[in-house]
């Protein structure tokens, strides 16, 4: 059997690509000409068609440079979810006048005066960014890199609790609607251990206000996914997850507290981070000798560690399933040590992404397709 190597879905027989069709029409959209903007760069390149590598197309127009008057690193630009819809500016491209970095050869930068309305944007982004990293370091004073009773328990083989209850293992995502940065959908998926069959989710659309600040996002997202879990704590205690999986990094982040670092934090409960792609983060990048490492991972169970610069490891590179050759990226969030982590990971992988990332990540875009608005949630009898 062959999965998609990107959403883990079952591939039909005879079928030559690596990726199923939707995931084959994504990269297809991803890779088709973008339309030009109306930014300096695209007005002085004299074509219709934007600068290689510039401009807005369906699958990155709500992170583009024209929605965003923030300017930081572009390097934490994925530091929290793994999605195809966020772009940084591209190398070069600079509005603000001079000859700044390397700018590619042909490029004309046009020295621009920034609008009254910009300067106040870029003030409150620096209020707000300033005020973030004050509360990003208190709770990142309350992160814990070792494993809860329940969670030792869980890995060490227990098939139930003290009580005799089941484990319960929650997955947690957001999708956006395509060219929509503020709608969105939100979706709490829990399976039970061993069978990973699910006994409860909930979907319901949200609007996210707060700005997106790179190296931040858990403090756009959190809220949301805090709420869903509140939510169950009055419908379904009963099946309430012993850990949640964010569709995301932890550690493994530029600034060392990615998105399930902070919900973990805030919830007070397990967590850790699934990613399908690597970002760049404190010395760890996906260049060529990674791609090389990658390829030595014969089979499922087959990691290696993501160090940082400091020596510190920040996360694991995981091949869950035999079938799936794309690794995983595995990281701590709260209450849960790294060893631990790539256990459930390989545990609750019925194909390439943990069955609750999974679920979460693949309904939550259906409910979009189908231009749902309505509350959804499912509870086992």
Not at 98 to 120: F, M, Y
Request: hydrophobic content about 30%.
């Amino acid at each position: 059997m062959d999965f998609c190597d990107d959403c883990g879905i079952l591939l039909p027989p005879n079928v030559e690509s690596e990726y199923c069709n939707p995931c084959n029409e994504m990269k297809r959209k991803r890779k088709t000409a973008r339309e030009p903007c109306d930014c300096e760069l695209c007005h002085n390149s004299g074509s219709s068609q934007p600068v290689s590598g510039h401009g807005n197309s369906a699958a990155t127009d709500f992170y583009s440079h024209r929605s965003m008057n923030i300017s930081t690193s572009s390097s934490d630009d994925e530091a929290d979810r793994q999605t195809s819809s966020k772009s940084s500016q591209p190398k070069g491209h600079n509005t603000s006048g001079g000859n700044q970095g390397n700018t590619d050869p042909g490029w004309t930068i046009v020295k621009k005066e920034k609008s009254p309305r910009s300067l106040a944007g870029n003030l409150v982004a620096s209020d707000i960014r300033e005020k973030w990293e004050k509360e990003q370091i208190d709770y990142k004073r309350q992160l814990c890199k070792t494993d809860t009773p329940v969670i030792s328990a869980l890995v060490s083989g227990c098939r139930r609790k003290e009580g005799g209850g089941r484990f319960y293992i929650g997955g947690v995502d957001i999708s956006f609607i395509k060219g929509n940065n503020v709608d969105a959908c939100a979706c709490l998926s829990v399976i039970q251990m061993p069978d990973l069959q699910m006994v409860y989710q909930r979907m319901e659309m949200i609007q996210l206000t707060q700005p997106y600040i790179p190296g931040f996002l858990a403090f756009r997202e959190v809220p949301a996914l805090v709420d869903l879990y509140h939510e169950m704590e009055k419908s379904a205690p009963q099946y309430l997850p012993d850990l949640i999986m964010v569709d995301g990094n932890g550690m493994l982040h530029p600034r060392g507290f990615g998105l399930a670092c902070q919900l973990g934090v805030v919830l007070d409960v397990p967590t850790m981070g699934v990613a399908k792609t690597l970002i760049s983060a404190q010395g760890i990048v996906d260049d060529e000798a990674h791609k090389k490492k990658k390829k030595t991972l014969a089979g499922a169970g087959d990691d290696f560690d993501l160090t940082s610069d400091s020596g510190e490891v920040l996360g694991k590179c995981v091949r869950v399933h035999d079938q799936a050759p794309n690794p995983v990226y595995v990281s701590i969030g709260h209450k849960i040590s790294i060893d631990s982590a790539v256990w459930l990971a390989l545990e609750c992988s019925k194909y390439r992404i943990p069955e609750p990332v999974r679920r979460a990540d693949l309904d939550s875009r259906e409910y979009l397709r189908q231009n749902r608005r309505d509350l959804h949630e499912f509870i086992k009898t």
